[in-house]
């Protein structure tokens, strides 16, 4: 993140670094039921595919003379989301192993809060799970309804699980949010060493 906050410049070098690797993710045909943490998992993965063959697909059609506008001006929302879902596939992978490897007590809230999180993907990007005719309708309302009961599950617990986290003030903002006219009293290029 940048010291400003705006991860926007990051998440591009990303989408271009990946777009450059890009190999497609193993992926499964979707199925009738979709509220299993690997049905949603999979989606994950799905977008992320069709987010970056989308757009190598555009950028290889722009051409060496239309390359930089068409990746700077024309395709930055797509930029955006390939390295966004990208990311996310990342942090979910990483979070399913995790809570497979676990043993205890744990593990059953915290599988909760994996499949909270794989929901809240998939429902924050249903419109375009929709238009691009992976999902039907009804699988809108079943990650709606997985969604809704997995915070009823949760909500219990949801302080004692937010102060497990230990955050603290600083890593909720970037420094300029909280005072903006002492981040910039100097030139700190950018480094927040300083400025704590």
């Avoid at 809570?99 to 994996?114: P, R």
């Avoid at 009804?138 to 699980?161: G, R």
């Avoid at 603290?168 to 949010?177: H, W």
């Amino acid at each position: 993140m940048t010291a400003e906050g705006d991860n926007s410049v990051l998440i591009q070098k990303v989408a271009k670094e990946r777009l450059a690797l890009f190999k497609g993710n193993k992926v499964t045909e979707v199925g009738e039921d979709i509220t299993n943490t690997g049905a949603l998992l999979n989606l994950i993965r799905i977008q992320e595919n069709q987010l970056f063959r989308n757009l190598g697909n555009r950028m290889k059609a722009a051409g060496k003379e239309g390359l930089f506008e068409t990746w700077m001006y024309k395709e930055n929302e797509t930029i955006q989301a390939a390295g966004k879902s990208y990311g996310e596939r990342l942090i979910a992978e990483q979070f399913t192993e995790t809570v497979n490897n676990m043993e205890g007590d744990s593990k059953t809230t915290l599988q909760q809060l994996l499949d909270l999180h794989l929901a809240h993907q998939v429902k924050e990007n249903m419109s375009w799970f929709l238009t691009h005719q992976i999902l039907q309708p009804k699988h809108s309302e079943q990650v709606t309804d997985l969604y809704d009961e997995l915070c009823a599950n949760l909500t219990p617990q949801a302080l004692s699980l937010v102060e497990c986290f230990k955050i603290t003030d600083e890593m909720l903002s970037a420094p300029i949010a909280r005072d903006w006219v002492s981040f910039n009293e100097y030139d700190n290029a950018g480094e927040l060493d300083k400025y704590q």
